[in-house]
């Protein structure tokens, strides 16, 4: 008897979360595994975090928690919307989540019905795509490419937009290709949101503190569209705070509401020791993070010039997050032995049996002639990582 839902059967495994438990498979049989696939910080929390969470426990925070979060944590995040990204989103307008994955989700359910059209500029993060078909919408892909450090432009985001169009969701800085916008190139792309108020636009805003080229703009700071622009963040990957989930959102009432109404039959509010932790963090200048951002550049410019050494590969010049995209079609059709190279996939599978380093293919992305690479790692992995890379490339025929 199958007792599975057509809707679960319809799902797709998160293929970060697959690399990761395959490079983990092999290394629990001994082999020597380096792991690229998951994005997630190898630093350790910040000391003056994990005070706050120590104290919460011994304050006795061990009840359930307000659906939305704590009121002094609602304020610590509109404090930090307006400070760093200069968003006005009042307390009322903002839920706090277990992850900025679970942010995303609420208010993908909060919105899109059936048939609802989502736009996703490709490459997109792997879980956009799972979450809008869950939720029954279309996802319209809009394509990119190298060449234009996978930017989409104005007439292109024109000519995605339907009467049908409920959602424009993307990732700034992007996961998977580093890609980070300007703001002008941000204020330009508001211009045709302006012309069609139906579309809600979803700015992931997740690497927000793993930047690397100019200031940081958020969309939502544009004021004729601030009133439909939902901004995501989270202490994930800024903070080094994978495993506590927490996220958030900031967004138009009547969403902030919705998602409220989700959280409260799904989940309830968020962990209160990682919300009394989230306050001292968000309230910190967020030049306690220059240190990590500094370590993720230095290892972004390591990873680049290695990588240039790698025959038929091309990069970009990522300006946040801490990924490489490469393209590397140039290697389908390879062999090695018996072993065929198809796709993205087999090439990634290759690499994880025959070079032992755990990458994620580029299909899970919406780009299937890539893969990536995460640079979340030391600069000794790394540059053993791309040496492995190379050699195992080498030996494709
Ligand atoms: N958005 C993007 C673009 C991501 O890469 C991730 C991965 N962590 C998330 C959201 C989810 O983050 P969290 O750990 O807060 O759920
Ligand atoms: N967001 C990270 C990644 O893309 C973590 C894994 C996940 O949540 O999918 O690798």
């Known amino acids: 008897m199958n007792f599975l839902s057509n809707r679960v059967e319809k799902l797709a495994e998160s293929e970060t979360l697959a690399m990761a438990r395959l490079g983990n498979e092999l290394k629990e049989k001994g082999v020597n595994v380096i792991n690229m696939s998951i994005g997630e910080p190898d630093f350790a929390t910040p000391d003056f975090v994990k005070l706050a969470a120590k104290e919460a426990i011994d304050k006795n925070f061990s009840y359930y928690t307000p659906v939305p979060g704590y009121k002094d944590l609602l304020e610590a995040i509109s404090h930090k919307f307006k400070r760093d990204n200069n968003l006005n ?46 939720n029954e919408g279309v996802v319209v892909t809009m394509e990119t490419d190298i060449k234009s450090d996978f930017k989409i432009t104005p007439a292109q985001l024109e000519k995605a937009i339907t009467p049908k169009t409920k959602m424009f969701l993307f990732s700034n800085p992007c996961n998977p290709t580093g890609t980070m ?13 302006k012309k069609n108020p139906h579309v809600l636009i979803v700015s992931d805003e997740i690497y927000e503190h793993i930047s690397f080229e100019g200031k940081m703009f958020s969309i939502g700071s544009i004021p004729e569209i601030a009133d439909r622009t939902v901004t995501v963040n989270g202490l994930s990957k800024g ?18 509401k919705a998602c409220v109404k989700i959280q409260g039959q799904f989940t309830s509010g968020a962990n209160s020791i990682t919300q009394k932790a989230a306050i001292v963090a968000l309230k910190a200048d967020p030049a306690v993070v220059k240190p990590m951002q500094e370590a993720f550049l230095r290892r972004r410019d390591l990873l680049i010039s290695l990588m240039k050494e790698v025959p038929h590969t091309t990069i970009n010049n990522p300006g946040g997050a801490f990924y490489l995209f490469p393209e590397i079609s140039h290697y389908f059709g390879k062999r090695h032995g018996e072993n065929v190279i198809n796709n993205a996939k087999d090439l990634c599978m290759y690499l994880l049996n025959q070079g032992h380093v755990a990458l994620t293919p580029g299909g899970a992305f919406g780009a299937p002639n890539y893969i990536r690479l995460s640079y979340a790692t030391s600069e000794d992995i790394i540059r053993d990582a791309v040496a492995r890379i190379k050699k195992a490339l080498s030996e494709l025929q």
């Open 89 to 134: 989103y009042k307390p009322s307008q903002i839920v706090a989540s277990t992850g900025a994955k679970h942010s995303i989700i609420n208010v993908v359910m909060a919105t899109v019905n059936p048939g609802d059209e989502v736009i996703l500029p490709a490459p997109y993060w792997v879980s956009y795509s799972e979450m809008v078909m869950l």
């Open 181 to 193: 916008y300007t703001e002008k190139e941000l204020r330009a792309l508001a211009e045709v949101f």
């Open 239 to 256: 903070f080094a705070m994978t495993g506590w989930r927490l996220g958030y959102i900031g967004a138009p009432e009547a969403v902030a």
